[in-house]
């Protein structure tokens, strides 16, 4: 497994689909997972700090999950098969250690209301659906945010959901 951080929501225009993209932390491969409508404004709203006026499905989650004394430990993008991705939540409770499985987007959403839950991809679905993005500074330094989500646009508009299907 190869950790992964959370880049952001996207929305792929003409189709208005959202996805969510990750990075691995240590290369330059990212992967895009298409995701709802829904799950992209709970992450969104995560990420942007946004409080709502009563608890979404993700925050009821979270509570919960904290109330009974359960720990989010990792979340791991595992498989994609025919086109859909899969992942597992992995839990800890009162020591004993306990796997989920997740769709991808409920798992993030979860994941980017705690602190410190890494989020790892499985190699074969790296090498299968993520996109190698090389930075462009000289000295190989990080790329600037804005010219990520740059070319991460220039990368939606020449592709669509049927790129990352199985042969």
């Known amino acids: 497994m190869i950790e992964m951080e959370l880049v952001g929501v996207r929305v792929e225009l003409p189709a208005n689909q959202p996805i969510v993209l990750?990075?691995?932390k240590t290369g330059?491969?990212?992967l895009p997972i298409w995701i709802g409508a829904v799950e992209a404004t709970a992450i969104a709203f995560a990420l942007q700090g946004v409080d709502t006026p009563r608890?979404?499905?993700?925050?009821?989650f979270v509570d919960v999950l904290s109330e009974v004394g359960v720990e989010v430990e990792a979340v791991h993008v595992?498989?994609?098969?025919e086109g859909t991705f899969y992942a597992e939540l992995h839990l800890v409770h009162a020591g004993q250690r306990y796997t989920v499985s997740a769709r991808p987007s409920d798992a993030i959403a979860l994941a980017s209301r705690l602190d410190a839950v890494p989020i790892f991809g499985?190699?074969?679905v790296l090498e299968e659906a993520g996109l190698e993005i090389e930075p462009d500074a000289e000295d190989g330094d990080?790329?600037?945010p804005e010219e990520e989500v740059r070319r991460?646009?220039?990368f939606l508009e020449e592709v669509a959901p049927?790129?990352?299907?199985?042969p």
């Open 28 to 30: 330059t491969r990212y």
């Open 142 to 144: 990080d790329v600037d």
């Open 55 to 60: 608890p979404l499905t993700h925050d009821l």
């Open 22 to 24: 990750l990075k691995e």
């Open 122 to 124: 499985a190699e074969d």
């Open 78 to 81: 595992t498989e994609l098969r």
């Open 162 to 166: 049927e790129d990352f299907m199985g």
């Open 152 to 154: 991460f646009r220039e």
